[in-house]
């Protein structure tokens, strides 16, 4: 997927400021945050969105989740944080790789816009 902006951040063709790594997720901020904390949780292996997603990729899917929650401990989030993927141009989505949104450090409104 070499037309994949988060694909050319995982082979480190493009700069990011990164929080975690492992063999399978890595973990940046966003480039334009809309929170104090405001992270990106991106697979390595290129998935389009949540809605691709399948029973085989459980383990992924959890361990996403657990690196969102290892980043919010790290940035002190304990009154809580959120976390949103966009699935689709209607949603909002404009990197269509699997991503989760990890925002964290302020109130947050209910429901998004
Ligand atoms: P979405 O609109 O849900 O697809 O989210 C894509 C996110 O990627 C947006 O919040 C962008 O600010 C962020 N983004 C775009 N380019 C970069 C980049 N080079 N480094 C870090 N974050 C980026």
């Known amino acids: 997927m070499m037309d994949c902006l988060f694909c050319k951040i995982v082979a480190g063709e493009i700069p990011s400021d990164q929080v975690h790594a492992d063999d399978e997720v890595i973990a ?28 085989a990729d459980g383990d ?4 996403l989740f657990g ?4 980043v919010a401990d790290d940035a002190g989030l ?11 141009s ?4 404009t990197v269509f790789h699997l991503h989760l949104h990890l925002l964290g450090g302020r109130p947050m409104a209910w429901p998004p816009g």
């Open 78 to 88: 304990s009154e809580g944080y959120r976390v949103v993927t966009n699935v689709g």
């Open 67 to 70: 690196v969102a929650r290892k």
């Open 60 to 63: 992924l899917l959890a361990k």
């Open 28 to 55: 940046f901020r966003d480039i334009a945050p809309r929170a104090p904390t405001h992270v990106l949780v991106i697979p390595r292996r290129h998935i389009p969105d949540a809605h691709a997603l399948t029973d």
């Open 90 to 93: 209607d949603a909002g989505q």
